[in-house]
């Protein structure tokens, strides 16, 4: 350990300290001095003419120093930190100059009266406030030297004006006495600090010391015992006594196993001591004053029937063994069995239940807004609601039921029962509803709700994999039903999950094996009644399955990571099988939301418009509102560089989200298509043709088109085209058909290429076309 310098943090504080003490030590006497100091000056001089200007200063003077003194006795530097204990020596210092410059301006004040005995008596007061720098001075050095400076020349100046010329020898004795008091100042505040210096060294050195020693004593746990045959302690030492926390007196001619616990270890003991044979490292648990030790033991039998040991305080070690128990087996956060704990619980308990005909339940909880409150309140918040939710689920199950996070959001009940499956769901109903009770932190209220999947094991006919399997695919019937739902496992779900992993695995080779197909469905201008474009819709072509449509397996290639090269191959199939089709046409291409949070999509896009050479002006891309509320930031810049490529965005399925009319202020887009549920009541729901018709004017008051999904009706057509909207796309005009069923010969080259609609379009485009002839051409 390095020597304390006076620079060093110990010394600076503790310095402080000190000189603040001396300050204050003398403090009373100082004041004193000068206060009747300056009576004396008052008394003594006796000039009419200049009484008033001496009282003033007399009374300004007392003034200060009364305040001064007040401020000194107020100060307790005990009690201060680094930072206040700084602030009032600089206050004290502050003050020091301030009565010195006081003393400084009397002198001179009094020098200009002075006569006689008046200036005899000046010298003689001003010599003990210059002499007086020692007395509360020299612990505050600073203000020591600025007070020998200012009273030096008041005195000296005093003199002058006194005596004139005469006051030269006098002013030499001023300078001498002022060397001598300043460097008095500078030795006694070098003696000052080495000695505080020392003190903190001392200080270091005993407490260096002293850690070493009680270090010593508590890595020092071995005592030396001794019993008779009888296995009564004989000759026992201070150290034992002291671990045992009482008097050898007390302990003399006591069992020794008496000091120890019931249990394993006490029994080894009493058999070793039976049977005068030697022992190594026994483990027993002693109570110490009400506290747990744990102890090892070691003896060897005497030559008279005695034995003499080792005892040895283990009970540090066993603390650690139990943490580290606790940590393998335990939850850190909720407490909890970890999902380690709980699959040795559960391979236990279906070990026994194939022996016993038990039946096991399993209950798999995932919280359903969890991620949420997450990201947006943040993780200790969310650590706060994991532990609510544990305690919540801890209170409704038995001792012997065991509850486990298995990690993140997700929490397993295991029990053993042989209730039926009502009593298992009307459990399950319990955990959902404990878990959706309000969640009050910090101030604040949160709600959450889970998910349960029910599984259980009937007499053993399964094992703790086939039960877990079966509560996973229970936990993810639930999902499917929504949040805060429930879902029991039945073989039906077994079935499905096979088929599943089955499409999943099949979907893996779809692109390779060429199964994968677009399709076209047309859109139809409401005005005209003639195509305006066409919407790629993805079909696979299985060869067991039949054709299956994007809702039966998009899900899986987004599980799977499947999206991107299937989302990339409709890209360029898109383009490539409409490029030489006639006319102005736009073809849309639906992106999911993980396709826009690739930044590497735009470089797609912008590959597959070069290779096909088809105008950018002419490709619509359709996105959900899902793709703004997830990473919206990136997304958004995604979506922008797509807009600046020449391409089109427009915002799908339009007024079934949360936040449709939020999105449209955030983001400029081209088209609004209007969901089918809005759609299929229009001409029955008055509420429906407004919603249609309000969204139809903010399309126009935003600059967007509008376009209609799944019409089915003749009557739909005109409604939707008096209400305002541009275009409509459905069954009634024509279901999605591959590329080669469309024409690509037109009557006109400027015309779209053909597809052949249904009978009911081609009645409204002659309809419309008369109606457009006999307004001359004109849009309605």
Request: net charge negative; glycine share 6%.
């Amino acid at each position: 350990m390095g020597k304390p310098t006076a620079i060093s943090e110990e010394v600076r504080r503790l310095l402080l300290v000190r000189r603040m003490r001396a300050v204050i030590a003398g403090n009373t006497l100082a004041t004193a001095a000068a206060l009747a100091s300056a009576a004396v000056l008052i008394v003594g001089f006796d000039e009419a003419k200049w009484r008033t200007p001496l009282l003033f200063w007399a009374i300004i003077a007392a003034l200060a120093f009364a305040l001064r003194a007040y401020f000194f006795a107020t100060l307790d530097p005990d009690e201060n930190d680094g930072e206040a204990l700084t602030r009032d020596y600089r206050r004290v210092t502050g003050w020091m100059i301030v009565t010195s410059a006081l003393w400084a301006v009397g002198f001179v004040l009094f020098a200009l009266i002075a006569q006689g005995l008046e200036i005899a008596l000046l010298g003689v007061v001003g010599t003990a406030m210059l002499v007086g720098v020692l007395l509360i001075h020299r612990a505050v050095p600073f203000a020591g030297y600025v007070h020998i400076a200012l009273l030096l020349s008041a005195l000296i100046a005093a003199a002058w004006l006194s005596v004139g010329a005469q006051s030269l020898p006098i002013a030499l004795v001023l300078v001498i006495y002022a060397i001598a008091l300043w460097t008095a100042v500078g030795r006694m505040d070098a003696a000052f600090q080495a000695a505080i210096a020392a003190d903190v060294e001392r200080e270091e050195a005993r407490a260096t010391v002293a850690m070493l020693l009680n270090d010593y004593e508590e890595q020092s746990t071995d005592w030396l015992w001794i019993i008779d045959r009888h296995g009564n302690l004989r000759e026992v030492s201070e150290r034992f006594a002291n671990a045992c926390a009482r008097d050898p007196e007390t302990l003399e001619g006591s069992s020794i196993l008496d000091l120890v616990e019931p249990g394993e270890g006490r029994d080894q003991l009493s058999q070793h001591i039976i049977n005068t044979h030697a022992f190594r490292d026994i483990a027993v648990s002693v109570s110490i004053d009400g506290a747990p030790r744990y102890w090892q033991l070691s003896a060897r039998p005497r030559s008279d029937g005695s034995m003499s040991g080792v005892a040895r305080d283990v009970t540090a070690d066993r603390l650690i063994e139990e943490r580290v128990t606790q940590m393998a087996h335990y939850d850190s956060l909720t407490n909890l069995a970890n999902r380690y704990l709980f699959n040795e619980r559960l391979r236990e308990l279906l070990g026994d239940s194939r022996s016993s005909g038990a039946n096991v339940a399993l209950f798999y909880l995932d919280l359903d807004d969890f991620k949420a409150i997450n990201d947006t309140r943040g993780h200790l918040v969310g650590d706060r609601l994991l532990r609510e939710v544990a305690e919540r689920l801890a209170c409704e199950v038995r001792d012997e039921d065991t509850v486990a996070r298995l990690g993140g959001d997700e929490f397993a009940v295991l029990i053993e029962t042989r209730a039926g499956d009502g009593m298992l769901i009307e459990r399950a109903h319990r955990f959902l509803s404990v878990v959706r009770a309000p969640y009050e932190i910090d101030g604040h209220s949160y709600k959450v709700s889970t998910s349960v999947g029910v599984a259980r094991c009937h007499d053993g006919d399964c094992d703790a994999e086939e039960l877990m399997r079966r509560a996973d695919l229970a936990l993810y019937a639930a999902k499917n039903k929504g949040r805060d739902n429930l879902a029991i496992f039945e073989h039906s779900l077994d079935q499905q999950a096979r088929e599943r992993r089955s499409l999943e695995a099949d979907l893996g080779e779809a692109l390779a094996l060429d199964q994968l197909r677009l399709h076209f469905q047309p859109i139809i201008e409401l005005e005209t009644g003639q195509a305006t474009g066409y919407e790629a819709l993805l079909r696979w072509y299985h060869p067991e399955r039949g054709v299956l449509g994007p809702g039966e397996f998009l899900s899986i290639a987004e599980e799977t990571g499947l999206i991107m090269p299937i989302g990339d191959w409709v890209i360029r199939t898109a383009l490539a099988e409409t490029v030489d089709w006639a006319g102005d046409f736009r073809v849309a291409i639906n992106l999911s939301t993980t396709q826009v949070a690739d930044p590497r999509i735009v470089a797609t896009l912008s590959q597959a418009l070069r290779e096909t050479d088809f105008p950018a002006h002419r490709v619509e891309l359709e996105i959900t509102e899902h793709v703004l509320m997830d990473q919206s930031d990136a997304n958004r810049d995604t979506l922008l560089k797509m807009r600046e490529m020449g391409l089109r965005i427009a915002l799908d399925d339009f007024g079934t989200g949360f936040s449709s009319l939020a999105y449209l202020r955030r983001f400029p887009f081209d088209r609004i298509k209007i969901d089918r549920t809005f759609v299929r009541d229009l001409t029955s729901d008055i509420g429906s043709q407004a919603i249609v018709s309000t969204i139809t004017r903010l399309a126009e008051a935003m600059d967007m088109e509008t376009t209609a999904e799944g019409v089915e009706d003749r009557r739909q057509l005109d409604l939707l085209r008096k209400l305002g909207v541009k275009e409509a796309q459905g069954f009634l005009i024509s279901k999605p058909l591959l590329a080669e069923k469309i024409s690509a010969t037109t009557i006109k080259a400027e015309e779209v290429a053909e597809a052949p609609v249904e009978k009911a379009v081609i009645d409204y485009r002659q309809a419309r076309k008369a109606a457009l002839k006999r307004r001359g051409g004109q849009a309605a």
